[in-house]
């Protein structure tokens, strides 16, 4: 039973827009169907690198030694800051202002991979959410084996989210609306992760 509410209560964590649904996004929809994977692997890995802190009680670390999780938060949100204005950038690009199309190498697998998973690992409010779903979940006398299952049912809801994400994205008929409105998509995306940046730096006290 207890699996259940760690799905519904995950479900829907995993389906709020935030900063790794709007990597996964941008990915699947410039990118190559191996980056789109490759970033949603990334994403999974932070899920899994989460779950576990969450499940070893990070969150009293950071009870404990409230300067890692400053550093953390400041660290986090300086990189969804530098991420989004280096979208901002090219999409005020010189190429872009006069009117052509961005010139932009194609991602690789592995820069994707590392996109996703510093995408996830950015926000250490992640392992304080988790560990309150665990202690909301689990039961009294749980074991070891309830927190692993716990973390299996986190990824799953994860992988079946974004694979139904990016089947959706990957439409022809999607693709083709962002390739048409591509410079506007970008700008919004890189002021949605300025936006959480900022938020992630001036919660940082």
């Known amino acids: ?3 259940l509410s760690v799905a519904a209560i995950w479900a829907v964590a995993a389906i709020t827009p ?4 709007f990597i996964v996004v941008r990915t699947a929809l410039e990118g190559s ?12 890995l932070g899920t899994v690198c989460w779950g576990l802190a969450g499940w070893l009680g990070i969150s009293a670390l950071f009870a404990a030694a409230p300067f890692a999780y400053l550093f953390l938060k400041i660290a986090g949100g300086a990189y969804l800051l530098w991420l ?9 690009s010189k190429s872009a202002t006069l009117g052509e199309p961005a010139v932009r190498p194609a991602m690789s697998s592995r820069q994707a991979f590392y996109s996703g998973l510093i995408t996830n690992l950015a926000n250490p409010k992640s392992a304080v959410f988790v ?5 909301a979940t689990l039961p009294a006398d749980h074991s070891w084996v309830h927190g ?10 994860s992988s079946l989210w974004y694979t139904f994400v ?14 048409r409105g591509r410079r506007r998509i970008d700008a919004m995306a890189g002021l949605i992760f ?3 940046g900022v938020k992630l730096l001036t919660s940082a006290r």
């Open 194 to 196: 300025m936006g959480f």
């Open 131 to 135: 560990a309150s779903l665990f202690a």
């Open 1 to 3: 039973m207890f699996l």
């Open 18 to 21: 935030g900063p790794n649904f």
């Open 84 to 92: 989004g204005a280096k979208l901002l950038w090219k999409t005020c």
């Open 148 to 157: 692993a299952l716990a973390v299996v049912t986190m990824v799953l809801v």
């Open 33 to 44: 169907t191996r980056a789109a994977v490759a970033v949603i692997a990334g994403v999974i």
């Open 166 to 179: 990016l089947t959706v994205l990957r439409n022809p008929t999607v693709s083709g609306a962002y390739a």
